[in-house]
């Protein structure tokens, strides 16, 4: 159980701050209770939408990433759809792709480490070795 | 159809090409004699911006890098045109219509 979510949602602009802080902390008790973790919550602001959503051009982004299973993003998104301010929602799973990241992460320095001295050695070859693999 | 099939045959480490420069008759050149006559036939082997910059993560929230390879209409713009390879491609299509669904790129801007 420790798949890692971002759940990212709109909450319409005309809301007020006390209100948004009871929802987010809502939100972070269900996780907490259901036997998950909330990493982080990012509050990114008003922006302007792309498109109109149900007749709203702007909106309050709130990036919630949270560890846990898929049961409990299942009773999230129940939550969200159910509560009326918040007019859009989207939950991607993340830790399939940082783990990709952080296997790149470590060839790389592994790469680094097994030539650092003689650097204009390396530099030749790992240009030598760089052009194969993009072309 | 059948440039591709070529194309895969060919294989001499032509990461981006779609076509293999110089078969036939015709001069191993740039954009000279295109095949269709279409003048995008190989013009100044562009490389993927992600393999350069070694940008491995395309994240939906970052706008501004997706934005780039959106056209003003709002599709996305083939790869023939960015120079972008395919595994790249592949998730820049994800992140930008992950992106649009969460309202932070158009489905269609001023419609061409």
Redesign the interface.
Known sequence: MNRTYEL?F?VRPDMVEEELDKLISTLESQVTSSGGAVKSVERMGK?R???T?RRFHD?MYI?LTAEGSGALIHELERRLRVTEPVI???T?RVDE?QK??DK?KQIRESRKKKAPPAPAETSADAGGEAA?V?? | MAEETRSTFSSS???GGDRPPSRGPRPAGGPGGGREGGRKYFRRKK??KF??EKI??IN??DVRLLAQFVAESGKIVPRRLTGVCTPHQRRLSTAIK?A????????AGRAS
Request: proline share 5%.
């Open positions: 990212m709109i922006r939408l792309a498109y959503v909106g990036l859009k929602f989207l991607v792709e990709r990241l790149i194969p993009t072309a | 480490g032509e990461r490389v993927c393999c350069v491995e993560a939906y929230k992950q649009r669904n969460i309202a932070l790129l158009p489905f």
